[in-house]
């Protein structure tokens, strides 16, 4: 038998409203047990909550929300009581004793809208992004895939795949008659048009990059200005400045969202030829590796000798003994403040570019797989002529496809993704 779940579903106590939710076939009876009537579908009622002992517990409002039509697919009760956690604890304890109730685990609320079809699993990964997103950005490419732009994009493709391979299939199952003998004759040329559609998809970018932040790593010699910039670009004291070189030993990380955009700023140690500082050493191990990872290096040293495609910034412009630099892309000073505005503006406009187009579905590391795997097949479809292994080649695709919608997948990977949110979600 399936259990009934609840949990609070709002924000943490203390607020003015706390939202309980009760979502399974025993929902019908917490209402009754707690409120001591049932309720008319979709209406919000006010009732007088009370413990097995009869004792008030609180004056709510009270939603019944019959199932398949709720968020979970389920019967759905909610409780809107007042926000304060001795109220909300008094509300769980007595649901808790209802028979057939317990706590919902994290993510099983939604992870249930799945199981009953309310949404796929593309969805589910989208409502688990919006949950986390810290910038407008990371929100709006959350709501696209939650709100099912990719899942219909999946659909459509799959469709389209099943058109195809019904065309295999009349030439397996009646290929002695002679209208159906042959595949159509623009039959490679919709599969190569199909697998360049996806292609595309394959190309834009990914949610890693929205998700972590546009890396800019900051990088040079010793004394070169690369921590007071860090401070000055974060807007916080996160790096110790001071004339002594060496000063910074490790790879200083910090997140910022800068006109929207999620960045992640590294400072590193100062690097050099030689130490005798076996810790400095390291720190200019970590540096080297950092520069290896980044979407963008800021270098702060001598001109013409940072990685490739790294920026020329001309640090330091306050100090009269600043070093020159020819082709600088910025001159700034973190100290006075001079053409900071300027980097910045440059970082968003170049950051823009990596990141997904606002209100645009960006694919994680387990969609661009599949995508990759379903392209890859029909790439193998397009080359074939034997038309058995034409038809194999269009089903690893659809298997592609459906893994993407949550079709097919593995507990083991469910519970990972739902894992991943609150308790009342």
Same mark, same amino acid.
């Given at each position: 038998?399936?259990?009934?779940?609840?949990? =609070?579903?709002?924000?943490?106590?203390?607020?003015?409203?706390?939202?309980?939710?009760?979502?399974?076939?025993?929902?019908?009876?917490?209402?009754?047990?707690?409120?001591?009537?049932?309720?008319?579908?979709?209406?919000?009622?006010?009732?007088? =909550?009370?413990?097995?002992?009869?004792?008030?517990?609180?004056?709510?409002?009270?939603?019944?929300?019959?199932? @398949?039509?709720?968020?979970?697919?389920?019967?759905?009760?909610?409780?809107?009581?007042?926000?304060?956690?001795?109220?909300?604890?008094?509300?769980? $304890?007595?649901?808790?004793? &209802?028979?057939?109730?317990?706590?919902?685990? +994290?993510?099983?609320?939604?992870?249930?809208?799945?199981?009953?079809?309310?949404?796929?699993?593309?969805?589910?990964?989208?409502?688990?992004?919006?949950?986390?997103?810290?910038?407008?950005?990371?929100?709006?490419?959350? #709501?696209? #895939?939650?709100?099912?732009?990719?899942?219909?994009?999946?659909?459509?493709?799959?469709?389209?795949?099943?058109?195809?391979?019904?065309?295999?299939?009349?030439?397996?199952?009646?290929?002695?008659?002679?209208? &159906?003998?042959?595949? @159509?004759?623009?039959?490679?040329?919709?599969?190569?048009?199909?697998?360049?559609?996806?292609?595309?998809?394959?190309?834009?970018?990914?949610?890693?990059? =929205?998700?972590? /932040?546009?890396?800019?790593?900051?990088? /040079?010699?010793?004394?070169?200005?690369?921590?007071?910039?860090?401070?000055?670009?974060?807007?916080?004291?996160?790096?110790?400045?001071?004339?002594? *070189?060496?000063?910074?030993?490790?790879?200083?990380?910090? +997140?910022?969202?800068?006109?929207?955009? @999620?960045?992640?700023?590294?400072?590193?140690?100062?690097?050099?030829? %030689?130490?005798?500082?076996?810790? %400095?050493?390291?720190?200019?191990?970590?540096? $080297?590796?950092?520069?290896?990872?980044?979407?963008?290096?800021?270098?702060?040293? @001598?001109?013409?000798?940072?990685?490739?495609? *790294?920026?020329?910034?001309?640090?330091?412009?306050?100090?009269?003994?600043?070093?020159?630099?020819?082709?600088?892309?910025?001159?700034?000073?973190?100290?006075?403040?001079?053409?900071?505005?300027?980097?910045? *503006?440059?970082?968003?406009?170049?950051?823009?570019?990596?990141?997904?187009?606002?209100?645009? *579905?960006?694919?994680?590391?387990?969609?661009?797989?599949?995508?990759?795997?379903?392209?890859?097949?029909?790439?193998?479809?397009?080359? =074939?002529?034997?038309?058995?292994?034409?038809?194999?080649?269009?089903?690893?695709?659809?298997?592609?496809?459906?893994?993407?919608?949550?079709?097919?997948?593995?507990?083991?990977?469910?519970?990972?993704?739902?894992?991943?949110?609150?308790?009342?979600?």
């Amino acid at each position: 038998m399936i259990d009934t779940i609840f949990a =609070l579903s709002s924000g943490a106590p203390p607020a003015a409203i706390g939202v309980i939710r009760v979502s399974g076939p025993q929902a019908a009876t917490a209402l009754s047990a707690l409120a001591g009537r049932s309720l008319p579908p979709r209406r919000a009622v006010a009732v007088a =909550l009370r413990g097995g002992d009869g004792r008030l517990l609180d004056r709510a409002l009270a939603l019944w929300l019959p199932g @398949p039509q709720t968020a979970s697919g389920e019967d759905t009760l909610e409780l809107h009581c007042h926000g304060g956690r001795a109220v909300l604890a008094a509300v769980e $304890q007595a649901l808790a004793v &209802v028979p057939g109730l317990r706590a919902a685990q +994290p993510g099983e609320f939604t992870r249930r809208a799945f199981a009953n079809g309310r949404i796929d699993l593309a969805e589910a990964e989208g409502l688990a992004d919006l949950l986390s997103a810290e910038t407008e950005l990371q929100r709006e490419a959350a #709501m696209a #895939m939650a709100g099912g732009q990719f899942s219909a994009q999946v659909a459509e493709w799959r469709e389209r795949l099943l058109t195809l391979s019904a065309s295999v299939e009349a030439v397996l199952d009646f290929s002695d008659e002679d209208d &159906v003998a042959l595949l @159509p004759d623009d039959f490679i040329a919709r599969i190569a048009a199909f697998a360049a559609e996806i292609g595309e998809w394959l190309g834009r970018p990914r949610a890693e990059v =929205l998700k972590e /932040g546009f890396r800019v790593v900051l990088a /040079g010699p010793p004394n070169a200005g690369k921590s007071t910039l860090f401070n000055a670009l974060v807007e916080s004291e996160a790096a110790i400045t001071a004339p002594t *070189a060496g000063t910074t030993r490790d790879v200083l990380t910090h +997140p910022v969202a800068l006109g929207g955009i @999620p960045f992640r700023f590294y400072d590193t140690a100062g690097l050099r030829a %030689e130490t005798g500082d076996a810790i %400095e050493a390291i720190g200019i191990e970590r540096a $080297q590796g950092a520069m290896r990872q980044a979407d963008l290096v800021l270098w702060l040293g @001598p001109e013409g000798q940072g990685p490739v495609g *790294a920026w020329e910034i001309a640090a330091q412009a306050d100090r009269a003994d600043h070093p020159h630099k020819s082709h600088a892309r910025h001159q700034l000073s973190a100290v006075t403040g001079q053409g900071l505005d300027a980097l910045r *503006a440059d970082l968003i406009a170049t950051a823009r570019q990596a990141m997904p187009r606002p209100g645009e *579905a960006a694919l994680n590391q387990r969609q661009h797989r599949l995508l990759v795997e379903a392209r890859e097949a029909l790439d193998s479809a397009a080359s =074939l002529t034997d038309p058995l292994l034409v038809a194999e080649s269009l089903r690893l695709a659809r298997v592609a496809f459906d893994a993407l919608l949550g079709r097919t997948t593995t507990e083991d990977m469910l519970d990972a993704l739902f894992g991943r949110f609150c308790i009342g979600k």
